[in-house]
């Protein structure tokens, strides 16, 4: 008599990852209990849970908003750090690049630039703010130090994004400014090359004040800050306070904006149109100077 061989008991079945079904996985999703293989896991505050999980959560958690609608933004203010690396690249291509390139195509007002350059070449309103001074070097260490005290304290309030609009509406209207204050200006008569972010730190304080006011915190060594800065500009040549003067008035429009705009699912579009429309009238202003020369 022969015995055969008894026929092995089925196995159960082995638990695959749903999004990689070749990947046998026994862990398991804490959230939807299916199998989770080690590129499908995120770590959670218990076990694991798998991809599609963490996404969903993403998708329905609101997102975190500051107290201005802005994204909330956690760590260092990159966007205050991007804007002082990007000067100080621009310093040292001013002493790199010959001929000095970089001031006669990118500086506002460049006696170099044809007379025309305000109708012409707008962009300069906007590049002259990344661009200073080669023969003084404490002209950007001092607005590179100002905008890193104002940038860590404004770019988490405001977030990132209504940060960087504020900062760069605010270096046009610094231009603006010198543009409808300078005396002497005629069509076919260049003015002084000017170069700076000083109008778009002057936003900043115009910006800060402001946001201090509406918070209803103390704004004393804000005006006294301004006031030294704005009297610094009348007593110390070659330092254009028109710039500084068009910048703190920009900068507190576009505060105002982002402050006082009502609150809700629309908040975002309404900043949105109030800052076009401070653009708006800048290049209105701006249009009605040189026409009318």
């Not at 804000?222 to 008035?249: C, D, E, K, R, Y």
Request: proline fraction near 7%; charged fraction near 10%; include cysteine.
């Amino acid at each position: 008599m022969s015995y055969g061989i008894p026929a092995a008991e089925p196995s159960a079945q082995v638990p695959v990852c749903p999004r990689h079904p070749d990947r046998p996985s026994y862990v398991r999703c804490q959230r939807c209990g299916r199998p989770a293989c080690p590129d499908c896991q995120r770590a959670a505050a218990v076990g694991f849970q798998c991809v599609d999980c963490v996404n969903e959560t993403k998708r329905t958690t609101p997102a975190v908003k500051t107290v201005y609608g802005g994204a909330a933004a956690t760590g260092k203010p990159m966007v205050t750090f991007g804007i002082i690396a990007v000067c100080a690249v621009m310093y040292v291509l001013q002493w790199v690049v010959p001929g000095e390139w970089i001031y006669q195509n990118l500086a506002f007002a460049n006696v170099f630039a044809t007379p025309e350059f305000g109708e012409f070449e707008p962009w300069r309103m906007l590049t002259a703010a990344f661009l200073h001074s080669q023969g003084f070097i404490l002209h950007i260490v001092l607005n590179m130090y100002m905008l890193w005290i104002f940038g860590q304290a404004l770019e988490p309030l405001l977030g990132p994004v209504r940060f960087l609009a504020l900062y760069l509406i605010s270096a046009i209207g610094g231009s603006v400014g010198y543009l409808l204050l300078t005396p002497g200006y005629a069509p076919g008569v260049p003015l002084a090359g000017v170069v700076g972010a000083s109008g778009a730190i002057f936003g900043l304080f115009g910006a800060m004040l402001l946001v201090q006011r509406h918070r209803g915190g103390d704004t004393r060594q804000l005006w006294v800050l301004i006031a030294i800065n704005g009297v610094i500009g009348f007593v110390v040549p070659q330092i254009a306070w028109q710039a500084h003067l068009g910048g703190l008035v920009t900068g507190a429009l576009c505060a105002a904006v982002i402050a006082y705009t009502p609150g809700g699912p629309r908040q975002g579009v309404l900043h949105a149109a109030g800052l076009v429309g401070v653009v708006l009238l800048l290049a209105l202003a701006s249009w009605l100077r040189v026409t009318a020369g």
